[in-house]
C-alpha cells in the first residue's frame, strides 16, 4: 500500500537527500540560513499541491493563494485558542482549508478553461478583500493576527502547561522549540512527505484517470468516468497541500496576514510550476526554490556587491560591466526572472524539468553513437 | 418475425429529433436484437450519426425514448450509460493522445472494474498485474503491442482508430456501438479490423455499426436498417436488404455491387 516502483523509490531517496543537505548546498549560493531555507520548503509544498490540480488534470487554478491564507489564520487562531503545539493547529489547518476547496472547487469546477481561472481568481479575490474589511475580527485586518500573552489556550490551559515566561509563546513540537534548523528540517521533513504524497498520487489509477481527464475529457466521460467529482477530489488535495504550506508560513513565524492571498502570490506558484515543469515531479519544487532564490537572494545584491565582484577588471570596463548588470540584479530582480521566464517558455515548454531530460539524451546519444548498438530505436 | 421472440437489448422507440426547424431523425424505431451484429446504413445527412448520440446520451431526442435492457437511457449522462455497459467507438477517434498507449487501454478497465469514480491513490497502476496483463494481450490482438510505451497521439490514424476500438472491447460492453470503425483505413487495415470484429461477434456482444462501406457492411451484419432522411426505410436480413428495390433506389443507386 505504501511502497513505490524502483524509479519513484530512487527519485525520493535523491530528493530526500538534496532536501535535508539543503544547508551544506546552499551555503555557496549564499542562502543557508534557516529562515530562507523554510521558506524553499514551504512554497516547493506548495507547489507540489498545485502540480497535483494544473500539471495532472491541466485545470490552471488563478486563486490558490487563498488556502494559504486560510491554513496560515485557522493555525494563529489554533495557537491562540487551543495550544502552541504544531501538530493539531496542522491538522486543523488541513482541514478547514479542505473545507474551503471543496466550496470554491464546487462552483468554480463548473465551468472549464479560462472561466474556470477567472473564477477561482475571483474566490480569492474575494478572501482577500473579505480578510481586509468585513472578517477583520477574524484576520485582525491590516495588522494581521498576532499571538499575545492573555490569548486564552484552552488546551494548555487544560493541561497546565502555561509557560509564564517573559514574551510570547513560542510554537512547539511535542514540547520543543520549533525555531532556527529545528523549523527548517521540520519542514523538510514535511516537503519528503509531501514529494512522497505526490509520486503515490502520480503513480496510481487515481492519478492516471486526472491525467486522461486532462488529455481528453470526452473520452472520459465516454468510458465511464465522472470526471466531476475526480476533479473536485484534485482541487480539495491541492488546496489541503496549500493549507499545509499556508500553516508551515505561520508556525516559523506565527502571524498571519492577508497579504499571503493576494493574486500575485497565486501568480507566483503558477510560475514556479511552469518553470520548473507542468506536471513533473521535480518541476514544481525547483521552480520554487528558483523563485525564491531570486526573490530574497538575487534582489539582495547591490552595486558594492558588484563592484568587489568585478574589481579585476579594468576601471572603465569596470563600470561599464556593473552598470548593465546592476540594472538586473536588486530591484532589478524582476526582469530577469521575467526574461528567464519567456526564454524557458518559448524554449523549453517542458519547463528546466525537459531541459535537464533534452541534456541527457544529448549526452546519452553522444556516448551512445560510437558503439552503434546501444542506441538503436525501433523503426517508426 | 422469427418464431421465438429475439430478445431486445436496445430498443429506440418512436424517437425524434429537431434541429431547429431540421427534422433529423423522425418516427425511429429501432430494436437491436441481443448478440447480433446491426448495421445502419444510409446516404450522408441520413441521420446516422444523429441516432448513435441520441442512443449514447449525448443529443437528447426530442421525444420518444431510448430503452436498454429495460432501463432508459435518455436523459443520462454518457458515464452512466457506459457504466450499464455500452462503449462507443466515435468517427474521428477519441484516444488518451498524452497517456501511453498502454495507459490508454487501462484506463477503460480500471472504469469497468471500479465503478465511475474511486480514489484509489494508494495503490499503483503497476501493481495492478491482472489489468495490465489484460491491456498487454487486448494490445497483442490489435497488433499495437510493440507500441505500448508510445504516446498515443503518435499513433497513425488507422491505429489511434484501432487503440480506440480496443479500449472499448477491452470493457467487455454488452453493446458496442461504431461509428464507422473503417473511416479512413486502408484496405488491409480494413481486412484486418473486420477479422477482429468477427472475432469479437463470436463472444456474444452486441453490436450496431454504422459504415459506408459495403465491403464492411455485407461482412459484418446480421441485421441492417437502412435510414433515409431521417427515417428508416428498411430494416432486415443482408439478403433482404440487398434486394429490397425501395432500399436500391434510395441508396444503393440501383445496384449492389
Known amino acids: ?380 | 418475425m422469427s418464431e421465438t421472440p429475439p430478445n431486445i437489448i436496445l430498443h429506440a422507440a418512436d424517437v425524434h429529433k429537431n434541429f431547429g426547424g431540421l427534422r433529423a431523425l423522425s418516427d425511429i424505431d429501432l430494436q437491436i436484437e441481443e448478440g447480433k451484429t446491426h448495421a445502419i446504413i444510409g446516404p450522408n445527412g441520413a441521420g446516422k450519426s444523429t441516432l448513435l448520440n441520441v442512443i449514447i446520451g449525448r443529443i437528447p431526442p426530442t421525444s420518444g425514448a431510448v430503452v436498454f435492457d429495460g432501463t432508459v437511457l435518455t436523459g443520462k449522462a454518457p458515464y452512466e450509460i457506459n457504466q450499464l455497459g455500452i462503449s462507443r467507438v466515435f468517427q474521428t477517434p477519441e484516444i488518451f493522445p498524452d497517456l501511453p498507449v498502454l495507459h490508454n487501454v487501462m484506463a477503460p478497465a480500471f472504469a469497468r472494474r471500479d465503478g465511475a469514480f474511486r480514489i484509489n491513490m494508494f495503490r499503483s497502476v503497476e501493481s495492478e498485474g491482472e489489468i495490465r496483463q489484460e491491456a498487454e494481450d487486448m494490445l497483442n490482438d490489435i497488433g499495437l503491442h510493440g507500441r505500448r510505451e508510445d504516446h498515443a497521439g503518435s499513433l497513425s490514424r488507422g491505429d489511434k482508430r484501432r487503440l480506440e476500438l480496443a479500449m472499448c472491447l477491452i470493457q467487455r460492453p454488452r453493446l458496442l456501438l461504431l461509428d464507422e470503425p473503417t473511416a479512413g483505413m486502408s484496405r488491409h487495415d480494413t481486412n484486418s479490423t473486420i477479422d477482429l470484429l468477427r472475432k469479437i461477434k463470436s463472444s456474444g456482444m452486441t453490436k450496431v455499426i454504422i459504415e459506408h462501406d459495403m465491403h464492411v457492411v455485407f461482412s459484418l451484419a446480421d441485421r441492417i436498417s437502412v435510414l433515409a432522411q431521417g427515417r428508416i426505410i428498411a430494416s432486415g436480413l443482408p439478403q433482404e436488404i440487398k434486394e429490397d428495390p425501395r432500399v436500391q433506389e434510395a441508396y444503393l443507386g440501383g445496384s449492389v455491387e
Open chain 1, 1 to 380: 500500500m505504501f511502497s513505490l516502483s524502483r524509479k519513484d523509490l530512487a527519485a525520493l531517496a535523491v530528493f530526500a537527500v538534496v532536501v535535508l543537505t539543503m544547508p551544506l548546498w546552499l551555503s555557496p549560493l549564499g542562502a543557508a540560513y534557516p529562515g530562507l531555507m523554510q521558506k524553499f520548503a514551504i512554497y516547493a509544498i506548495f507547489a507540489i499541491g498545485f502540480n497535483i490540480l494544473f500539471g495532472l488534470t491541466g485545470y490552471l487554478s488563478f486563486g490558490h493563494a487563498a488556502f494559504i491564507g486560510v491554513g496560515s489564520y485557522t493555525t494563529v487562531w489554533s495557537f491562540k485558542l487551543l495550544t502552541m503545539d504544531i501538530v493539531p493547529a496542522m491538522i486543523f489547518a488541513v482541514i478547514t482549508t479542505g473545507v474551503f476547496a471543496l466550496v470554491i472547487g464546487y462552483f468554480s469546477l463548473r465551468r472549464t478553461g479560462i472561466y474556470f481561472s477567472i473564477l477561482t481568481l475571483a474566490f480569492a479575490q474575494m478572501c482577500y478583500s473579505l480578510a481586509y474589511s468585513v472578517l477583520t475580527p477574524i484576520t485582525n485586518g491590516e495588522t494581521g493576527l498576532l499571538l499575545a500573552r492573555d490569548d486564552p489556550r484552552y488546551l494548555d490551559a487544560m493541561f497546565g502547561a502555561q509557560a509564564n515566561i517573559a514574551g510570547l509563546p513560542q510554537p512547539t513540537f511535542l514540547g520543543s522549540s520549533v525555531t532556527g534548523y529545528t523549523g527548517f528540517y521540520l519542514c523538510a521533513a514535511i516537503l519528503i512527505v509531501a514529494f512522497y504524497v505526490s509520486q503515490k498520487i502520480f503513480a496510481s489509477p487515481f492519478g492516471m484517470a486526472l491525467r486522461g481527464i486532462k488529455s481528453n475529457q470526452t473520452r472520459m466521460n465516454y468510458t465511464g468516468f465522472n470526471t466531476k467529482p475526480y476533479m473536485l477530489a484534485a482541487f480539495v488535495i491541492s488546496g489541503m497541500f496549500a493549507g499545509l504550506a499556508g500553516a508551515l508560513l505561520s508556525i516559523t513565524d506565527p502571524l498571519a496576514g492577508a497579504e499571503r492571498m493576494k493574486w500575485t502570490e497565486s501568480g507566483n506558484v503558477v510560475l514556479m510550476t511552469i518553470l520548473g515543469g507542468v506536471g513533473t515531479l521535480f518541476g514544481p519544487v525547483i521552480g520554487a526554490w528558483l523563485i525564491k532564490y531570486f526573490e530574497n537572494i538575487f534582489s539582495a545584491i547591490n552595486t558594492n556587491m558588484l563592484n568587489n565582484f568585478f574589481s579585476f577588471l579594468p576601471d572603465g570596463l569596470q563600470n561599464v560591466v556593473v552598470t548593465v548588470l546592476s540594472k538586473f540584479v536588486g530591484e532589478g530582480w524582476h526582469l530577469t526572472l521575467g526574461l528567464m521566464f519567456v526564454l524557458i517558455v518559448v524554449f523549453l515548454p517542458g519547463g528546466l524539468v525537459e531541459g535537464f531530460h533534452r541534456l541527457m539524451a544529448r549526452l546519452k546519444r553522444r556516448r551512445g553513437t560510437p558503439g552503434g548498438v546501444t542506441s538503436v530505436q525501433p523503426a517508426e
